[in-house]
C-alpha cells in the first residue's frame, strides 16, 4: 500500500454495501435496507467536506455486473466495504474485481466482521486497511490525512497493511460518550424514498449504540471487548438529540407514518427510556414499535409505550429451554417471567413479536419443540424462528467448536451452519419452515379443555418430532409456498405499498385484542 498524498483536495469515498441474505436472489432494482452505520460514517465525512456515494447491492453480483456499476459510480480514492459475516465470502470477491477496475483506490474495510475476525479481513488480498470497532472518526481522520498529505498509518483503531507486507496494528480509540456528538445520519446516502421499510411508509432508526448484556450468541459481547473504556459501551443519544433526529427525518420524509427502532434494547436504560417516551409522546406520537427485554420490563413501561402509540413490539425468547436459556446463552430469564410479561401485552393491546433461535449447540428437536410451545404459552401474535450462525470471537462460536459441531469452512450457501447428528439438517430447517403453524396449533390446544387439549397437544408432538415425518419432503414444500409467499409480498410493495401497509397495521390490531 502506498500513502496517498491528495494535495489539498478532498476524498472521493465509495461505500460498498453488500444488502442481501438470499444469493439466488437477482435483478433487484430498488428497495433494500437502511443502514444506521454507513448514514453515519457519511454524515461526518461529507461535515469534513469530503464526497461520499453509495454502492448498494441488493443482490449478489456477477464479476461483470460489479465491475460496470463501480465503473458508472466514478473514479475514488477509497473504496469501502461494509462486512457483516455471512457476507465476507462475497466481500472477498468484491474486494477483488474492485482493486482490478481501480488499482490506485484504498481498499478499505470495516463493519461487524472486521471487529469479530480482523487478522481474517486484512489477510484479503487486495485490503490496505481494517477499522475496528466505531468507524466515523477515524474515517475521517484518514480523509483528512490522506488531503493534507500526512502520514496516517497511525490512526487509532485501524490497522494498516503496510509496502512490505507488515500490518501495523493500531490500538482501538476510546469510546466516545455523547452521542449527541454525532450529526443526524445521512439519510440521502440512499435512494431513501425505495428503501423496503420506506415504500410502506416505516422508517428504520435508532437511539443508540451497544449493549449491557452479554448473550453468547450476539457479537455485542465481543465487540464491547475491543475498547480500552468498556464500561460506556451502551450509549444513547439525549432524548432531545433523539427527538431532533425523528423530526429531521420527518421533514426531509413526510410520508412516514411508523416508526421502527432498531435499537438492541430500547428499554435497556429505564431512566433514559421514561424521559424519551414522554417527549415522544408529545412531540411525534406515532405508531412504533421496538426491541424490549423481557427481565427489565414493567407493566407501567408497557402502559406508557402503548400511550406513546406502540403497536407491536419485539423480544428475544429466543429458547423455550430454561436450561438452553441459562446454561448456554446466558439469559436468565423463567418461563414464567416471559408469560406474565406478555400478559401486559395483551392487556394493553399491543401485538407481541418474538425473535427465536432453531439449530443451537446441543440442542435436538425436543428442545426446539419447547420453543414453539412457550411461544404458544406466551401468546405471541407473530414469530420469527432464525437458525443459529455462529459468530467469529463470541462464547457460543466457541461452544460450538469444542462440541465439533462447526465445519472447517461454512458455505455461504449453507442453510444451516452447524453439523450436529442429534439435530440434522432436515430437522432444523422443518422446525424452522412450520415454526408458525405449530404455535397456531398448540395455542389451540392450550385454549381446549383439558380433556380435549392433551390428546391434540399429543398429536401435534408427533407431527412436529415423529420418527416417520417426512421433514425433507415437507421442508421442499415450504419452500415452494415461500416463494410465492414472498413474490406476492414483494408484489404488493413494490406496486400496492398503502394496501400493504393497511393490512399488516389491521394484522397487528386483531391480533392485538385477541
Not at 94 to 101: G, H, M, N, R, T
Not at 127 to 148: F, R
Not at 307 to 329: H, N, P, V, W
Not at 337 to 357: E, V
Request: charged content about 25%; proline content about 5%.
Amino acid at each position: 500500500m502506498e500513502l496517498k498524498n491528495l494535495n489539498g483536495r478532498k476524498v472521493r469515498e465509495l461505500l460498498v454495501y453488500p444488502d442481501y441474505t438470499d444469493r439466488e436472489l437477482s435483478g433487484k432494482l430498488t428497495g433494500g435496507n437502511y443502514s444506521e452505520g454507513l448514514a453515519s460514517i457519511s454524515a461526518v465525512l461529507k461535515q469534513g467536506g469530503h464526497d461520499v456515494k453509495l454502492l448498494h447491492l441488493l443482490y449478489l453480483h456477477t464479476e461483470e455486473e460489479f465491475k460496470a456499476k463501480l465503473k458508472a459510480m466514478g473514479e475514488f480514492d477509497i473504496i469501502g466495504f461494509s462486512i457483516r459475516t455471512t457476507a465476507f465470502p462475497d466481500c472477498k470477491e468484491y474486494i477483488k474485481w474492485a482493486k482490478e477496475v481501480m488499482p490506485d483506490a484504498l481498499i478499505a474495510c470495516g463493519s461487524y466482521h472486521c471487529t469479530l475476525a480482523p487478522e481474517e479481513v486484512i489477510a484479503v488480498d487486495g485490503v490496505d486497511v481494517i477499522t475496528i470497532g466505531d468507524g466515523e472518526y477515524a474515517a475521517l481522520e484518514l480523509c483528512d490525512k490522506m488531503t493534507a498529505g500526512e502520514d496516517y498509518t497511525n490512526i487509532l483503531s485501524m490497522w494498516f497493511k503496510l509496502p512490505d507486507g507488515t500490518i501495523k496494528k493500531n490500538e482501538v480509540a476510546p469510546l466516545f460518550e455523547d452521542l449527541d456528538r454525532l450529526p443526524i445520519p445521512d439519510f440521502e446516502l440512499f435512494d431513501y424514498d425505495n428503501l423496503d421499510s420506506v415504500k410502506v411508509g416505516t422508517a428504520i432508526v435508532m437511539m443508540s449504540r451497544g449493549c449491557r448484556y452479554n448473550c453468547t450468541y450476539c457479537g455485542n459481547s465481543q465487540f464491547r471487548n475491543v475498547y480500552p473504556n468498556k464500561k460506556i459501551y451502551s450509549r444513547f443519544r439525549s432524548p432531545q438529540n433523539g427527538i431532533l433526529y425523528l423530526k429531521t427525518l420527518l421533514a426531509k420524509h413526510p410520508q412516514i407514518k411508523v416508526i421502527n427502532f432498531r435499537d438492541a434494547i430500547f428499554n435497556m436504560i429505564p431512566e433514559w427510556f421514561d424521559e424519551f417516551i414522554d417527549l415522544y409522546t408529545k412531540e411525534i406520537h406515532l405508531p412504533f414499535t421496538g426491541n424490549i427485554r423481557f427481565d427489565i420490563l414493567t407493566e407501567d413501561t408497557v402502559r406508557r409505550m402503548k400511550e406513546a402509540g406502540c403497536y407491536t413490539i419485539d423480544m428475544g425468547l429466543e429458547s423455550g429451554d430454561q436450561e438452553m436459556r441459562f446454561k448456554y446463552l446466558k439469559r436468565y430469564m423463567t418461563d414464567e417471567m416471559i408469560i406474565n410479561c406478555s400478559k401486559w401485552f395483551h392487556k394493553y393491546g399491543i401485538a407481541q413479536l418474538t425473535y427465536n433461535i432453531i439449530g443451537l449447540p446441543y440442542e435436538d428437536k425436543y428442545r426446539a419443540l419447547k420453543t414453539i410451545k412457550l411461544n404458544a404459552k406466551a401468546g405471541a401474535d407473530r414469530v420469527i424462528p432464525n437458525i443459529f450462525y455462529p459468530y467469529p470471537g463470541t462464547k457460543l462460536y466457541d461452544i460450538a467448536k469444542e462440541g465439533g459441531f462447526l465445519p472447517e469452512t461454512i458455505s455461504p450457501d449453507a442453510r444451516v451452519p452447524l453439523v450436529q447428528p442429534q439435530f440434522p439438517e432436515h430437522e432444523v430447517l422443518y422446525l424452522q419452515a412450520y415454526f408458525a403453524h405449530f404455535v397456531r396449533r398448540y395455542k389451540w390446544a392450550y385454549a381446549m379443555p383439558e380433556w380435549l387439549g392433551k390428546p391434540y397437544e399429543k398429536w401435534l408432538d408427533h407431527r412436529a418430532t415423529g420418527k416417520y415425518v417426512p421433514y425433507k419432503a415437507l421442508v421442499k414444500l415450504h419452500d415452494g409456498y415461500a416463494v410465492c409467499r414472498n413474490f406476492a409480498k414483494n408484489m404488493l410493495i413494490e406496486h400496492l405499498p398503502k394496501v400493504y401497509m393497511k393490512l399488516r397495521m389491521l394484522k397487528h390490531r386483531k391480533k392485538a385484542k385477541a
